[in-house]
């Protein structure tokens, strides 16, 4: 009997990677003079708390993310106009870059998480309507090879 193949959130390597991810994405955001203004007035520990449990639900970790849908927690943000799709754009290229030089994670993994990111773009932007936080979508729907094609 063979086991399940292991969850992207065990992949990269757990909770750890996952703390690692976010701690390093809010540090290279906070020094982006495009994004620090944008995120600026943020609780930061908080928001981690939320981000930890979100992510390690979206990559097929242990648990359930009851927190507000995507949409509802960046609403705000949407309507003041400060978080668009070049906003969004420069957090994922950040995000690949912690990825490949913070994370060291193998070319296929860091296409697998930047896969599942990218396909909330429509959520967080209130372009489509919420969903339940669901492990890794089929990997054809959002295609994302070269961050900077985003």
């Known amino acids: 009997m063979t086991s ?4 992207l959130f065990e992949q990269i390597g757990g909770a ?3 703390q690692s991810l976010l701690l ?11 994004l620090s203004p944008v995120f600026s007035g943020l609780n930061f520990q908080n928001l981690h708390g939320h981000m930890q449990k979100f992510l390690t639900v979206a990559f097929g970790g242990p648990g359930e993310y ?3 849908s995507l949409t509802q927690a960046h609403a705000g943000m949407v309507g003041k106009g400060t978080l ?11 995000t690949h870059r912690v990825l490949n030089e913070d994370l ?6 860091t296409h697998r998480v930047m896969n599942v990111l990218g396909a909330m773009r429509g959520e967080v932007l209130g372009e489509t309507p919420p969903n339940p936080v669901r492990p890794e ?5 959002c ?3 070269k961050p900077d094609a985003i």
């Open 4 to 7: 399940p193949p292991a969850s």
């Open 16 to 18: 750890p990677a996952v």
């Open 24 to 34: 390093n994405l809010y540090r290279r955001m906070a020094a982006d003079e495009t």
């Open 66 to 68: 009851a927190g507000r």
């Open 84 to 94: 668009d799709a070049r906003v969004f754009a420069q957090v994922m290229r950040h």
């Open 104 to 109: 060291h994670l193998a070319p296929e993994l």
């Open 137 to 141: 979508p089929d990997l054809t729907a």
């Open 143 to 145: 295609p994302i090879s």
